[in-house]
């Protein structure tokens, strides 16, 4: 399945380089400027996302998730402006490409190609809350860059200079911020687990094999676990320690050095759930030989 989805995302991609072509003939009647800047935004796009799809890793999942909507803009703009069915069809493929890069499947095979050796890596799932947070900013940052070159094109220089410098403020700040969303991995090892998510977590959580108990699927809430899923809902996977250990928590106003608790049994929230329990249950394959048996 995630072979299937991935191939699919790869095809839509490279498909949206038609993207610009098709909105082309709407967009005959724009000015010389107008018409230049978007197809350069189409473009450029594309080329992002096609090379975040030939060179994968978590990198290039922040990458190709903040750019690959933006397509959908620039032809919602061609379509609503000045529609054909061919800048109907632009828009289409966007929306398609959109849809299956921020699938889960497609984030667990981008992070997991930047993985080292024997790591497994289970992309953790987004929060509502934070997913929310970043879409809201994603449309900021887009609308304070469509805001600059729509002033810039009717030379509004006061304009065009408070919303770009906006622009570049945001084009700073959100990029850094979306990667550490790419970068909130349930990790198995062959020494064990560990929980790396600096959104939740100030410092990395290790367990070592021996130490684990169980882990198993539980419920959100139905068990007194440290929450370590960032505020998700719903089901999780519950692990439990023979012993106590301590986690660090993330700094907040209360905490700004971050707060360390100790815990017995914890939540996550991988983005696959069922696989990751599959894969974190399923004992190693014997290499034992008959033979020697």
Do not use: K
């Given at each position: 399945m995630v072979d299937t989805i991935s191939w699919a995302m790869r095809a839509a991609v490279f498909a949206g380089g038609a993207i610009a072509p098709l909105?082309?003939?709407?967009?005959?009647?724009?000015?010389g400027v107008a018409r230049v800047v978007t197809n350069v935004a189409i473009w450029a796009a594309w080329a992002v996302a096609l090379l975040c799809v030939l060179v994968p890793s978590s990198v290039s999942l922040t990458a190709i998730r903040l750019v690959c909507p933006t397509s959908i803009v620039s032809s919602g703009i061609v379509v609503v402006l000045d529609g054909d069915s061919a800048s109907g069809v632009a828009l289409v493929l966007a929306i398609v490409a959109t849809l299956l890069v921020f699938s889960a499947d497609v984030?667990?095979?981008?992070?997991?190609?930047?993985?080292?050796g024997d790591e497994?890596?289970?992309?953790?799932?987004?929060?509502a809350t934070m997913a929310s947070i970043q879409i809201l900013a994603w449309i900021a940052w887009v609308s304070s860059i469509v805001t600059t070159t729509s002033f810039?094109?009717?030379?509004?220089?006061?304009?065009?200079?408070?919303?770009?410098?906006?622009?570049?403020v945001l084009s700073w700040l959100l990029p850094r911020r979306f990667h550490r969303y790419s970068r909130r991995w349930l990790v198995q090892v062959p020494a064990g687990l560990v929980v790396h998510d600096h959104v939740v977590l100030a410092e990395t959580a290790m367990f070592l094999a021996r130490?684990?108990?169980?882990?198993?699927?539980?419920t959100?809430?139905?068990?007194?676990?440290?929450?370590?899923t960032g505020g998700c809902r719903g089901?999780?996977?519950?692990?439990?320690?023979?012993?106590?250990?301590?986690?660090v928590l993330s700094a907040t106003r209360a905490d700004p050095g971050g707060r360390a608790v100790h815990v017995r049994s914890m939540m996550v929230c991988p983005s696959r759930l069922g696989r990751a329990l599959a894969e974190l249950t399923t004992p190693p394959p014997s290499t034992t030989s008959p033979a020697s048996s």
């Amino acid at each position: 399945m995630v072979d299937t989805i991935s191939w699919a995302m790869r095809a839509a991609v490279f498909a949206g380089g038609a993207i610009a072509p098709l909105c082309a003939d709407a967009m005959t009647g724009w000015s010389g400027v107008a018409r230049v800047v978007t197809n350069v935004a189409i473009w450029a796009a594309w080329a992002v996302a096609l090379l975040c799809v030939l060179v994968p890793s978590s990198v290039s999942l922040t990458a190709i998730r903040l750019v690959c909507p933006t397509s959908i803009v620039s032809s919602g703009i061609v379509v609503v402006l000045d529609g054909d069915s061919a800048s109907g069809v632009a828009l289409v493929l966007a929306i398609v490409a959109t849809l299956l890069v921020f699938s889960a499947d497609v984030g667990e095979s981008f992070v997991q190609v930047s993985a080292y050796g024997d790591e497994r890596r289970h992309l953790l799932r987004c929060p509502a809350t934070m997913a929310s947070i970043q879409i809201l900013a994603w449309i900021a940052w887009v609308s304070s860059i469509v805001t600059t070159t729509s002033f810039g094109i009717g030379q509004n220089r006061i304009g065009a200079t408070l919303s770009g410098v906006v622009a570049i403020v945001l084009s700073w700040l959100l990029p850094r911020r979306f990667h550490r969303y790419s970068r909130r991995w349930l990790v198995q090892v062959p020494a064990g687990l560990v929980v790396h998510d600096h959104v939740v977590l100030a410092e990395t959580a290790m367990f070592l094999a021996r130490d684990i108990r169980s882990v198993e699927a539980a419920t959100i809430g139905s068990s007194d676990a440290a929450d370590l899923t960032g505020g998700c809902r719903g089901p999780a996977l519950r692990v439990t320690l023979d012993d106590f250990e301590t986690v660090v928590l993330s700094a907040t106003r209360a905490d700004p050095g971050g707060r360390a608790v100790h815990v017995r049994s914890m939540m996550v929230c991988p983005s696959r759930l069922g696989r990751a329990l599959a894969e974190l249950t399923t004992p190693p394959p014997s290499t034992t030989s008959p033979a020697s048996s």
